[in-house]
Each structure stands twice: as C-alpha cells, then as structure tokens.
C-alpha cells in the first residue's frame, strides 16, 4: 500500500488512519505546491485533480480521504477503524465520514474567509451549526460513536486539529477536549513524526 504524502495538507487525515490501521505502507513524497512535481504523470495517474491525499491499494488508487477511509474500513476489516455493513451503528459512521468534506470544511472555509453565506441556501449551513452538530455528536462521547473510536474520529478530529490550529477554533470546550484525546492517541503522534519529518525535507 502507498501514501501520496504532502505535509500540512489533508494528506495528514489518511497518514493518521494508516497509522492507526497497523498496515503496512510506504509514503510517496509529493509537493503540491510544486507545478512540476505536481504534474508527475505517476502521481497524476492516482490523483487525476493533482490533490492529497491519494492512496494506492493494489490496482485500487483512491484520491478522496473519504473513499480512503470507507476503503480501508470496509477492505481491512482486523484493524477495527468502523463498524462493517449491516453491524449497528453503520448508518451513523458512513455519515460522519461525509460530513467532513460535505459540511465541516465548506463551513470552516467560509469561517476563514469571512463570507456571507444564507444558510438556509446553503447545502452545507453555516459554521456554527456546524460547531453545534460536532458538539452534539460528541455526546455522550468519548468519541463520535460512543466508547468506539472510528474512522470518523480521524476525519473530523483532524479538521477540528486544523481548526484550532489556523486560529479558528470557537468557545467551545467540548470539541477543545475532543481534540486534545485525539492529539494523546499514540497514531495521532506516529502521524506527527513522519508531517515534521517530511517538512524537514527528511520524509
């Protein structure tokens, strides 16, 4: 299995669920900021947009943290990241794992750049019923399902992570100590070492 790997990018969603997986995998260093690097025919053939993450899994190349995650769920189902089709609760976790890209990072890029959005016209609505349904969904928590850590931890933990991490994180203790257990799983760290590795020039 390969990682397509940017540093400081999305790309660090599907590190942390590889790390958490315990598969086996190799990193494959792109820069994205880089025309040249990011027009590799290679990497564009795993990712027709030229984004991370993409994922290489045999004759499957998947280039949506979504699909990566729902791959890996459902393909390695020993690593226990979510529930498999027809086991309680797997209604719930497929539609965490949309709601990151769905809802979470339309909401914190409007948050960032500051526009007016109606969110009654909105498909995604607005930044604080985002925060609102996090929030609710981490009730009674530990984790968005219950006592079960998940794919979907990682997929909305890693944006809640970004959120506070490019200043944008609201009055809100509940995601604040959602973020700090994901921050204390030793994966999360694994996950870390390799981003500074990697922005060091050493991946």
């Not at 930044?127 to 981490?138: A, C, D, R, T, Y």
Request: proline letters at 7%.
């Amino acid at each position: 299995m390969k990682l397509y790997h940017c540093p400081q990018t999305r790309a660090f969603r599907a590190l942390w669920l590889l790390e958490e997986s315990g598969l086996d995998f190799d990193i494959l260093p792109v820069d994205i900021r880089d025309e040249a690097s990011r027009a590799d025919a290679t990497f564009r053939s795993a990712s027709p947009m030229g984004k991370v993450p993409a994922l290489i899994d045999g004759d499957t190349k998947l280039w949506d943290s979504g699909a990566i995650a729902l791959h890996l769920v459902d393909s390695y189902p020993q690593a226990g990241l979510g529930p498999a089709v027809g086991e309680p609760g797997r209604g719930s976790f497929v539609q965490w794992l949309m709601f990151t890209n769905a809802v979470f990072e339309p909401a914190l890029m409007e948050k960032f750049t500051n526009a007016a959005v109606d969110s009654s016209r909105s498909g995604h609505g607005s930044f604080p019923q985002m925060i609102e349904v996090v929030e609710n969904g981490l009730q009674p928590g530990p984790w968005l399902m219950g006592e079960r850590f998940t794919a979907a931890d990682v997929l909305v933990g890693s944006s809640c992570h970004f959120m506070k991490l490019f200043g944008a994180m609201p009055d809100s203790p509940p995601i604040a100590a959602y973020i700090e257990r994901c921050q204390s799983r030793p994966a999360f760290a694994a996950a870390q070492a390799v981003e500074a590795k990697a922005s060091a020039g050493d991946e």
